[in-house]
Protein backbone atom coordinates (compact mmCIF):
# COMPACT_ATOMS: atom_id res chain seq x y z
CA UNK A 1 0.00 0.00 0.00
CA UNK A 2 1.49 3.24 -0.89
CA UNK A 3 -0.03 6.68 0.15
CA UNK A 4 -0.58 9.36 -2.02
CA UNK A 5 1.96 12.07 -1.80
CA UNK A 6 1.61 15.72 -2.85
CA UNK A 7 4.29 17.86 -1.95
CA UNK A 8 4.82 21.33 -3.01
CA UNK A 9 7.55 22.53 -4.99
CA UNK A 10 7.78 26.29 -4.64
CA UNK A 11 10.75 26.48 -6.04
CA UNK A 12 12.04 30.39 -5.66
CA UNK A 13 9.03 31.83 -4.89
CA UNK A 14 7.57 33.87 -1.31
CA UNK A 15 7.84 36.46 1.13
CA UNK A 16 7.05 35.74 4.96
CA UNK A 17 3.87 37.37 4.41
CA UNK A 18 2.50 35.61 1.68
CA UNK A 19 4.09 32.04 2.91
CA UNK A 20 2.34 32.77 6.60
CA UNK A 21 -0.85 32.65 5.08
CA UNK A 22 -0.23 29.76 2.47
CA UNK A 23 1.26 27.77 5.38
CA UNK A 24 -1.53 28.28 8.21
CA UNK A 25 -4.20 27.69 5.29
CA UNK A 26 -2.33 24.06 4.10
CA UNK A 27 -2.50 23.08 7.67
CA UNK A 28 -5.66 23.62 8.39
CA UNK A 29 -6.61 22.51 5.12
CA UNK A 30 -4.79 18.78 5.85
CA UNK A 31 -7.06 17.75 8.47
CA UNK A 32 -8.42 14.46 7.38
CA UNK A 33 -7.08 14.14 4.61
CA UNK A 34 -5.87 11.02 2.90
CA UNK A 35 -3.06 12.00 1.11
CA UNK A 36 0.41 12.78 2.97
CA UNK A 37 0.73 16.76 2.46
CA UNK A 38 4.47 18.27 2.15
CA UNK A 39 5.93 21.85 1.28
CA UNK A 40 9.35 22.16 -0.30
CA UNK A 41 10.45 25.49 0.52
CA UNK A 42 13.11 28.03 -0.17
CA UNK A 43 15.80 27.17 2.09
CA UNK A 44 15.81 30.55 3.75
CA UNK A 45 12.17 29.89 5.08
CA UNK A 46 12.75 26.36 6.51
CA UNK A 47 12.32 27.88 10.40
CA UNK A 48 9.41 29.47 8.87
CA UNK A 49 8.02 26.39 7.90
CA UNK A 50 8.95 24.46 10.46
CA UNK A 51 7.53 26.77 13.10
CA UNK A 52 3.65 26.61 10.97
CA UNK A 53 3.61 23.02 10.63
CA UNK A 54 5.00 21.01 13.42
CA UNK A 55 2.33 19.18 15.48
CA UNK A 56 0.47 19.46 12.36
CA UNK A 57 -0.29 16.36 9.81
CA UNK A 58 2.00 18.37 6.25
CA UNK A 59 5.41 17.77 6.54
CA UNK A 60 8.27 19.99 5.00
CA UNK A 61 11.37 19.91 2.82
CA UNK A 62 14.47 21.62 1.02
CA UNK A 63 14.78 21.92 -2.46
CA UNK A 64 18.49 20.59 -2.67
CA UNK A 65 20.90 19.29 -0.34
CA UNK A 66 24.78 19.28 -0.95
CA UNK A 67 26.80 16.45 -1.27
CA UNK A 68 29.32 17.76 1.48
CA UNK A 69 29.10 17.22 4.66
CA UNK A 70 30.50 20.81 6.07
CA UNK A 71 33.23 23.04 5.04
CA UNK A 72 34.20 25.50 2.34
CA UNK A 73 31.27 25.12 0.04
CA UNK A 74 30.06 28.42 -0.43
CA UNK A 75 26.27 28.50 -0.82
CA UNK A 76 25.71 25.33 -0.42
CA UNK A 77 23.01 23.64 2.50
CA UNK A 78 24.37 20.73 4.15
CA UNK A 79 22.04 17.76 5.50
CA UNK A 80 22.32 18.15 8.83
CA UNK A 81 21.41 21.61 8.71
CA UNK A 82 18.40 20.58 6.90
CA UNK A 83 17.33 17.87 9.31
CA UNK A 84 18.42 20.44 12.10
CA UNK A 85 15.01 22.75 10.59
CA UNK A 86 13.01 19.27 10.79
CA UNK A 87 12.94 18.71 7.35
CA UNK A 88 11.37 15.34 5.91
CA UNK A 89 11.80 15.38 2.51
CA UNK A 90 14.55 16.90 -0.05
CA UNK A 91 14.00 17.77 -3.56
CA UNK A 92 17.19 15.80 -5.95
CA UNK A 93 17.94 16.82 -9.65
CA UNK A 94 15.31 19.01 -10.39
CA UNK A 95 14.77 19.70 -13.94
CA UNK A 96 15.48 22.97 -13.35
CA UNK A 97 18.97 22.04 -11.15
CA UNK A 98 20.00 19.82 -14.13
CA UNK A 99 19.72 22.05 -16.79
CA UNK A 100 20.73 25.56 -15.35
CA UNK A 101 22.90 24.22 -12.44
CA UNK A 102 24.69 21.50 -14.92
CA UNK A 103 23.69 18.57 -12.36
CA UNK A 104 24.36 15.50 -13.97
CA UNK A 105 22.61 12.21 -12.66
CA UNK A 106 26.13 11.06 -11.07
CA UNK A 107 25.42 13.38 -9.13
CA UNK A 108 22.01 13.59 -8.57
CA UNK A 109 22.94 10.24 -7.27
CA UNK A 110 25.22 11.64 -4.56
CA UNK A 111 22.59 13.97 -3.27
CA UNK A 112 20.66 10.91 -2.70
CA UNK A 113 23.13 9.10 -0.74
CA UNK A 114 23.56 12.53 1.22
CA UNK A 115 19.73 12.62 1.91
CA UNK A 116 19.42 9.35 3.14
CA UNK A 117 22.48 9.55 5.60
CA UNK A 118 21.07 12.57 7.29
CA UNK A 119 17.41 10.57 7.36
CA UNK A 120 15.74 12.69 4.92
CA UNK A 121 14.03 11.55 2.32
CA UNK A 122 14.28 12.51 -1.19
CA UNK A 123 12.69 13.13 -3.84
CA UNK A 124 14.49 11.96 -6.99
CA UNK A 125 13.18 13.84 -10.24
CA UNK A 126 13.42 12.53 -13.67
CA UNK A 127 12.30 13.43 -17.01
CA UNK A 128 12.73 13.70 -20.53
CA UNK A 129 12.56 16.97 -22.76
CA UNK A 130 10.10 17.58 -25.61
CA UNK A 131 12.77 16.54 -28.50
CA UNK A 132 14.08 13.36 -26.49
CA UNK A 133 10.16 12.25 -26.09
CA UNK A 134 9.96 12.83 -29.87
CA UNK A 135 12.76 10.71 -30.54
CA UNK A 136 11.16 7.92 -28.60
CA UNK A 137 13.73 8.11 -25.85
CA UNK A 138 11.89 8.63 -23.07
CA UNK A 139 12.22 5.11 -20.99
CA UNK A 140 16.19 5.21 -22.13
CA UNK A 141 16.33 9.04 -20.83
CA UNK A 142 14.84 8.09 -17.00
CA UNK A 143 16.72 4.82 -16.98
CA UNK A 144 19.45 6.84 -17.51
CA UNK A 145 18.74 9.23 -15.26
CA UNK A 146 17.88 6.81 -12.39
CA UNK A 147 20.62 4.43 -13.09
CA UNK A 148 23.32 5.97 -11.00
CA UNK A 149 20.50 6.03 -8.26
CA UNK A 150 20.22 2.40 -8.41
CA UNK A 151 24.12 1.98 -8.12
CA UNK A 152 24.94 4.46 -5.45
CA UNK A 153 22.15 2.68 -2.85
CA UNK A 154 21.60 -0.90 -4.13
CA UNK A 155 19.89 -1.74 -0.47
CA UNK A 156 18.17 1.85 0.69
CA UNK A 157 15.98 1.86 -2.59
CA UNK A 158 13.04 1.19 -0.79
CA UNK A 159 13.33 5.19 1.40
CA UNK A 160 13.24 6.99 -1.78
CA UNK A 161 10.28 8.98 -3.52
CA UNK A 162 10.68 9.52 -7.20
CA UNK A 163 9.00 12.07 -9.47
CA UNK A 164 8.76 11.87 -13.34
CA UNK A 165 8.40 14.95 -14.46
CA UNK A 166 8.38 15.37 -18.25
CA UNK A 167 10.56 18.46 -18.74
CA UNK A 168 7.77 19.82 -21.83
CA UNK A 169 5.34 19.98 -19.12
CA UNK A 170 6.90 21.89 -15.98
CA UNK A 171 5.53 25.30 -16.03
CA UNK A 172 3.97 25.05 -19.21
CA UNK A 173 0.83 24.46 -18.99
CA UNK A 174 0.88 21.30 -21.25
CA UNK A 175 0.30 17.68 -19.24
CA UNK A 176 0.82 14.84 -19.87
CA UNK A 177 -1.96 12.61 -20.22
CA UNK A 178 -3.37 10.51 -17.49
CA UNK A 179 -2.07 7.42 -20.14
CA UNK A 180 1.35 9.12 -21.05
CA UNK A 181 2.17 9.51 -17.43
CA UNK A 182 0.98 6.19 -16.50
CA UNK A 183 3.29 4.95 -19.09
CA UNK A 184 6.26 6.02 -17.80
CA UNK A 185 5.46 5.53 -14.31
CA UNK A 186 5.06 1.60 -14.83
CA UNK A 187 8.50 1.96 -16.96
CA UNK A 188 10.09 3.51 -14.08
CA UNK A 189 8.47 0.94 -11.62
CA UNK A 190 10.27 -2.19 -13.63
CA UNK A 191 13.31 -0.71 -13.77
CA UNK A 192 13.02 -0.13 -9.84
CA UNK A 193 11.72 -4.07 -9.79
CA UNK A 194 15.00 -4.90 -12.26
CA UNK A 195 17.41 -2.95 -9.19
CA UNK A 196 15.34 -4.20 -6.35
CA UNK A 197 11.83 -5.80 -5.97
CA UNK A 198 11.02 -5.52 -3.36
CA UNK A 199 11.64 -1.37 -3.90
CA UNK A 200 8.83 -1.22 -6.79
CA UNK A 201 6.03 -2.29 -4.84
CA UNK A 202 6.72 0.33 -1.84
CA UNK A 203 8.57 3.16 -3.95
CA UNK A 204 6.24 5.88 -4.69
CA UNK A 205 6.23 7.50 -8.27
CA UNK A 206 4.87 11.00 -8.37
CA UNK A 207 4.14 13.05 -11.51
CA UNK A 208 4.73 16.55 -11.75
CA UNK A 209 4.38 18.92 -14.38
CA UNK A 210 1.38 21.48 -14.37
CA UNK A 211 -0.55 19.28 -12.38
CA UNK A 212 -3.67 21.31 -11.40
CA UNK A 213 -7.22 21.16 -9.52
CA UNK A 214 -9.12 20.19 -12.94
CA UNK A 215 -6.62 17.47 -14.59
CA UNK A 216 -5.37 15.62 -10.44
CA UNK A 217 -8.47 13.21 -10.48
CA UNK A 218 -7.34 11.66 -13.53
CA UNK A 219 -3.64 11.68 -13.42
CA UNK A 220 -4.02 10.40 -9.55
CA UNK A 221 -6.34 7.76 -10.63
CA UNK A 222 -4.09 5.72 -12.43
CA UNK A 223 -2.54 3.05 -10.34
CA UNK A 224 1.59 3.69 -10.87
CA UNK A 225 0.63 7.61 -10.01
CA UNK A 226 0.93 7.97 -6.24
CA UNK A 227 0.79 11.55 -5.89
CA UNK A 228 1.89 15.08 -7.20
CA UNK A 229 5.24 17.15 -7.31
CA UNK A 230 3.06 20.64 -7.78
CA UNK A 231 5.11 23.91 -8.62
CA UNK A 232 2.97 26.36 -9.70
CA UNK A 233 -0.44 25.23 -7.74
CA UNK A 234 1.58 24.60 -4.85
CA UNK A 235 1.60 28.63 -4.53
CA UNK A 236 -2.23 29.04 -3.89
CA UNK A 237 -3.60 27.05 -1.02
CA UNK A 238 -6.91 26.56 -2.22
CA UNK A 239 -5.65 24.59 -5.39
CA UNK A 240 -2.81 23.05 -3.45
CA UNK A 241 -5.14 21.23 -1.47
CA UNK A 242 -8.08 20.79 -4.16
CA UNK A 243 -5.28 18.56 -6.03
CA UNK A 244 -4.80 16.42 -2.19
CA UNK A 245 -8.62 16.62 -2.37
CA UNK A 246 -9.13 15.24 -5.80
CA UNK A 247 -7.09 11.71 -4.72
CA UNK A 248 -9.57 9.03 -4.39
CA UNK A 249 -6.87 6.10 -3.26
P1 LIG B 1 4.60 22.96 -12.30
O1 LIG B 1 6.03 22.53 -11.68
O2 LIG B 1 3.54 22.25 -11.48
O3 LIG B 1 4.56 24.45 -12.13
O4 LIG B 1 4.59 22.52 -13.71
C1 LIG B 1 6.27 21.24 -11.24
C2 LIG B 1 7.72 21.11 -10.81
O5 LIG B 1 8.59 21.68 -11.48
O6 LIG B 1 8.03 20.44 -9.81
Redesign the pocket.
Known amino acids: MRRTLIAG ?1 WKMNGDLVTNAALLQAVRSGAQGLAAELAVCVPAPYLAQAKTALEGSSVAWGAQDISVHEAGAYTGEVAGHMLKDFGCHYVIVG ?1 SERRSMHAESSALVAKKTKQALAHGLTPIVCVGETLAEREAGSTASVVEAQLQPVFAELPDQLKHIVIAY ?1 PVW ?3 TGKTATPDMAQEVHAVIRKQLAAADSAAAGVVRILY ?4 KPDNAADLLTMPDIDGG ?5 ALKAADFLAIAHANQK
Request: glycine share 34%; charged share 5%.
Open positions: NHEAIGGGSMLIGGA
